[in-house]
C-alpha cells in the first residue's frame, strides 16, 4: 500500500555558525542556480531533458533557500556543485529525468548530509516541500497570506531514518479549472506545495508548471463548438446542411436542426472520426501545444446517444464512447507516427449521466485503449453529500457506487479517476465542508481501484472555510489512507485560528451538519429543491413538489431548511464574536504608519492581523450561506403555502427581506466562459434564484388580492 510521510523521528542540525550547502550536481551551481531556477520559459522540457532536470532542481534549491532565510535568518546558505568537507549539506538528485513519478524519498547520509531524491522530476519538488514542511512550513491557501511561517528556532529538523513517499494514485491528482480566468500562479504553486501534480492550467502558467514537473491536460467539453450543426465548412456549408448523419439518432428515429445536440453525437461515422480528429490535431498543434492530456467529452446535454443501427449494434452508450475514443486514439497514433504530432497525448474520458456514459461498458475495451493507459474520469453529479458513496443505505449513493464499481471491473483495464463537485457551480461560495464525508470516501475508492483524483472546480480565491476541504482533499488523494488526519486537523485549527482555534471548530461542525443535504437542496438533478423553483412559474402550483427521496415531502424539506438556518445563524454568531475579540487584539499589533509604494510593499505591510482576515472571509462565506439557505428555504414554503391555500404574505416579506439583503451584497469574482475575462455579480444572482423571485413578484402584482 502506498504511503504518505508518517510524522518521522527526527534529529537536529545547530545552524548558530553553521554553513548549509545546497548541492546541485552542475559546474557553476554556486553562481548560477538562482538563473537556472528561472530559466523556463527558456528551456524546451520535452527536447532539452538536462536542462529541464537542471531547472527544476534549481528552482528546488532557490525555494530551499528562500524559506530556510526566512524561517532562521542567521543561517548561511549556499549553492554548490559537491558536499562541502564541513558543515550541512542538502543534495538534490532525480532518479529518471522521463518519469512521471512524483514519489520522493528523504534520506540521511551521515550526520551532517540528507539526500532530496525526486523519481522524477516532480518529486524532487514535492521532497524539498516536504522538507519545509518539516521545518514547519505550512501553505493552507494560496498566496502569501495563505502561509503558516514556523516558529523561531535555532536548529533545522532532519529525518533520522529514510522518509518515502509514494502516491496512492498513480493517474495523478488535481482539479479541474472551468474557465481561463482561474489560471493563477498563485494556485499553481499551492498545487506544488501540496502535492498535486497535475495542472489544468492555461497559456499564462505552462512554463511554470513545466519546470516543477507537472503533467498538464487542457479539454473538456470539446466538440459542442467543432460540431455545431450552424458550423461553417471550408465550402461556406453549414455544418448541419453538409452533414446530418453525424449528428445522433434520436429514439424517435428523426434528426431535428434545432435539436441537433441533445443527443449524442454518431459514433460509428468513420469521417466524422477524421473531421474531429483533424479538429483535436490543429489544437494540439496549436493553443494545446504544451499540453500532456485531454479531456475528451462528448456533449454535456443530458440526453441519449445515438439510436441508428451501426451505433446499437457497438453496444451501450459507454461502448459507444469507447469506440469513438478507439478511433480517435488510432487517428492521433497515426498523427504522431507520421510525425504530425510531435509528442505522445494520453485521452481522458468521462463517465458521467450528462454524456450518458455513467455506467461502465456492457462489452469489452478496446485493446489500444486500456494499452495506452487511457484515463476514464468518474463524475457522479448527482451523489449525496450526507453519506459515503459506498454507503449502502443511501440509494442515490448505491447507484453510482455501482456505477464506479462497472467501470473499474472493466477489462482490459482502464485507469479510473474519481472526480468530485466540492465546488460545481451549482454550490459555489457556499460554506460547504466534506471533512467526514471525504475521511471515508477516499480510502474506499482506492479499495475499488480508482487510479487519480480531481474535483469541480476549485476556487482560486476568497476560500473561507473551505481552506480545509482542498487541503484534506490534498492529504487524502495522496495517502487515503493517512492515519494522523486527527492529528493534523488539530493542528490546521491551531495554525490558522491560533487562540480561536476550539471555536472555530465548532463553527466548522455547525456548518458541515447545515450542509449536509447541499445536493438535496442545489444539485443539478430534476429533484432538487433549486430546480424545482427555477422552473416555478410562481402561480399556485396543483401538484406536490417531486423532491429527493431523503425528503419525503416539502414539509420535511422545509423543517430541514429552517434547521439549517439555525444552525448557520449560531455559526455566524460564534465567527463574529471571535472577530470582536481578535479585532482588539489586532489593534495592539498595528504597523507603525507608512505608505507602501508598490503592491509587493502593500502585500506587506497587510500581512499582520492575519487571523481576523481569515475571520472575516469566514463571515462573509457564512453571511452568504445563512441568506442563501433562508431564501431558498422560504421560497419552498412560500410555494407550498399557495399550493394549499395558506397564508403567505409573512413569507413574502421575509423572501423580499433577504433577497434585498443579498443584492447588496457583492461577490467580485466570476469568471467568464469560454475566454479570458472577469464579471461582478450581487449575491442574489449568484443564488440563481432572482428571476423566480420576479415571476412570484409578478404574480402577486396581477394579483390584488394574493393569498
Request: glycine share 8%; with cysteine; hydrophobic share 40%.
Amino acid at each position: 500500500m502506498p504511503n504518505a510521510p508518517q510524522p518521522p523521528a527526527t534529529g537536529t542540525w545547530p545552524v548558530a555558525g553553521q554553513r548549509l550547502a545546497i548541492v546541485l550536481p552542475y559546474a557553476g551551481a554556486r553562481r548560477f542556480t538562482p538563473v537556472w531556477a528561472a530559466a523556463e520559459s527558456r528551456v524546451d522540457f520535452r527536447r532539452q531533458p538536462r536542462a529541464a532536470v537542471r531547472c527544476t532542481l534549481a528552482f528546488a534549491a532557490v525555494e530551499l533557500e528562500r524559506f530556510l532565510k526566512r524561517a532562521l535568518p542567521d543561517l548561511e546558505v549556499v549553492f554548490a556543485q559537491r558536499p562541502p568537507r564541513t558543515g550541512h549539506a542538502l543534495i538534490l538528485e532525480v532518479n529518471d529525468p522521463a518519469s512521471r513519478d512524483s514519489g520522493f524519498e528523504l534520506i540521511p547520509d551521515g550526520a551532517h548530509r540528507l539526500r532530496i531524491r525526486g523519481h522524477g522530476r516532480t518529486g524532487v519538488i514535492f521532497g524539498a516541500y516536504e522538507f519545509l514542511k518539516l521545518q514547519g512550513w505550512r501553505w493552507y491557501a494560496p498566496g502569501p497570506q495563505g502561509e503558516i511561517a514556523p516558529e523561531s528556532c535555532d536548529s533545522l529538523r532532519v529525518p533520522s531514518a529514510p522518509i518515502t513517499e509514494r502516491p496512492a494514485f498513480d493517474g495523478g491528482n488535481g482539479f479541474d479549472l472551468e474557465c481561463y480566468s482561474q489560471e493563477s500562479v498563485d494556485l499553481l504553486m499551492w498545487s506544488a506545495r501540496n502535492g498535486f501534480d497535475i495542472w489544468a492550467g492555461r497559456a499564462g502558467t505552462f512554463s511554470l508548471a513545466n519546470k516543477l514537473g507537472m503533467t498538464i491536460k487542457l479539454g473538456g467539453h470539446i466538440f459542442e463548438s467543432i460540431l455545431h450543426p450552424e458550423a461553417v465548412l471550408a465550402d461556406g456549408r453549414k455544418l448541419w446542411d453538409a452533414q446530418p448523419e453525424w449528428f445522433g439518432l434520436p429514439a424517435d428515429g428523426v434528426r431535428k436542426r434545432e435539436l441537433a445536440q441533445t443527443t449524442q453525437f454518431c459514433a460509428s461515422q468513420p469521417a466524422l472520426v477524421e473531421f474531429l480528429g483533424n479538429a483535436l490535431l490543429k489544437r494540439l498543434r496549436g493553443d494545446w501545444v504544451i499540453a500532456d492530456r485531454v479531456d475528451m467529452w462528448g456533449f454535456d446535454t443530458w440526453g441519449q446517444m445515438c439510436q441508428c443501427e451501426a451505433c446499437r449494434a457497438i453496444g451501450n452508450a459507454s461502448d459507444q464512447m469507447l469506440h469513438f475514443a478507439s478511433q480517435m486514439r488510432g487517428f492521433l497514433d497515426r498523427a504522431e507516427a507520421a510525425k504530425k504530432l510531435d509528442r505522445h497525448v494520453t485521452l481522458i474520458l468521462c463517465a458521467y449521466e450528462g454524456t450518458a456514459s455513467l455506467e461502465g461498458p456492457s462489452r469489452p475495451v478496446p485493446e489500444n485503449l486500456a494499452a495506452d493507459g487511457t484515463l476514464v474520469t468518474f463524475y457522479p453529479i448527482n451523489r449525496c453529500y450526507r453519506h459515503a458513496l459506498n454507503d449502502p443505505d443511501c440509494a442515490t449513493n448505491r447507484r453510482y457506487w455501482a456505477a464506479l464499481n462497472s467501470w473499474t471491473s472493466a477489462r482490459p483495464a482502464l485507469r479510473i479517476v474519481e472526480g468530485e463537485y466540492y465546488n460545481v457551480s451549482k454550490y459555489e461560495d457556499l460554506p460547504l465542508l466534506f471533512s467526514d464525508v471525504m475521511r471515508k470516501d477516499w480510502p474506499a475508492f482506492a479499495a475499488a481501484g480508482v487510479r487519480g483524483a480531481t474535483y469541480m472546480h476549485i476556487p482560486s480565491v476568497h476560500w473561507g472555510m473551505r481552506t480545509l476541504t482542498q487541503n484534506l482533499y490534498a492529504k487524502l488523494t495522496r495517502n487515503p489512507h493517512d492515519a494522523d488526519i486527527d492529528e493534523w486537523t488539530a493542528e490546521y485549527f491551531a495554525k490558522w485560528y491560533g487562540r480561536h482555534a476550539k471555536t472555530m471548530r465548532q463553527v466548522y461542525a455547525l456548518a458541515e451538519d447545515a450542509g449536509g443535504f447541499c445536493a438535496q437542496w442545489r444539485a443539478w438533478g430534476i429533484w432538487s429543491v433549486l430546480h424545482n423553483m427555477l422552473v416555478w412559474d410562481g402561480t399556485p402550483a396543483e401538484k406536490p413538489l417531486s423532491l429527493h427521496e431523503h425528503f419525503a415531502d416539502a414539509a420535511v424539506a422545509i423543517a430541514e431548511g429552517r434547521r439549517c438556518v439555525v444552525l448557520l445563524e449560531e455559526a455566524l454568531s460564534l465567527v463574529n464574536e471571535a472577530r470582536k475579540s481578535e479585532a482588539v487584539l489586532a489593534s495592539k499589533e498595528a504597523p507603525p504608519p507608512g505608505a507602501a509604494v508598490n503592491p509587493i510593499e502593500q502585500l506587506r505591510l497587510q500581512s499582520g492581523a492575519q487571523v481576523a482576515r481569515r475571520l472575516a472571509e469566514d463571515s462573509r462565506l457564512l453571511r452568504y450561506g445563512l441568506d442563501a439557505m433562508r431564501l431558498l428555504t422560504d421560497l419552498l414554503a412560500y410555494h407550498e403555502a399557495l399550493r394549499l391555500g395558506e397564508p403567505a404574505d409573512a413569507l413574502w416579506s421575509s423572501i423580499e427581506a433577504t433577497a434585498e439583503a443579498l443584492e447588496n451584497q457583492m461577490i467580485p469574482i466570476n469568471v467568464k466562459h469560454p475566454g479570458p475575462g472577469l464579471l461582478s455579480r450581487d449575491c442574489l444572482e449568484r443564488t440563481q434564484l432572482g428571476a423566480t423571485i420576479s415571476r412570484c413578484r409578478a404574480w402577486r402584482l396581477r394579483n390584488t388580492n394574493p393569498v
